[in-house]
């Protein structure tokens, strides 16, 4: 059974920095994507970054820069470093995960874990 469980959120100020984990259990592939999504107040999911477990990073336009996805295979866990925050980052961050069925922004992926809060006050 496949696990996801996010933590770090929390509320910030403009400016400031999160680190957001995600310890994934239960996972086997070997080819796969992972990815952090966002979904603010009102507004639909969008994806915020993505890493194959060759490493390769996609990132939206507007975290740019700011925010970092990386992943430590020997802990099972994911992470986002958002840098330079600003208040249209708040929402709630979800990862998830799946075999890598093409470019890992491009498909719906099957294994996603509750979600955390990130609030960044103007």
């Known amino acids: 059974q496949v696990q996801l469980e996010e933590s770090g959120g929390g509320s910030v100020q403009a400016g400031g920095s999160l680190r957001l984990s995600c310890v994934v259990s239960g996972f086997t592939y070997s080819s796969y994507c992972m990815g952090w999504f966002r979904q603010a107040p009102g507004k639909g999911r969008e994806g915020v970054a993505t890493i194959d477990s060759d490493g390769s990073t996609t990132y939206v336009d507007s975290v740019k820069g700011r925010f970092i996805i990386s992943k430590d295979n020997a802990k099972n866990t994911l992470y986002l470093q958002m840098n330079m925050m600003k208040a249209e980052d708040t929402g709630m961050y979800y990862c998830?995960?799946?075999?890598?069925?093409?470019?890992?922004?491009?498909?719906?992926?099957?294994?996603w874990g509750q979600g955390t809060q990130v609030t960044v006050s103007p």
């Open positions: 998830a995960a799946d075999a890598l069925y093409g470019p890992c922004g491009e498909f719906e992926y099957n294994f």
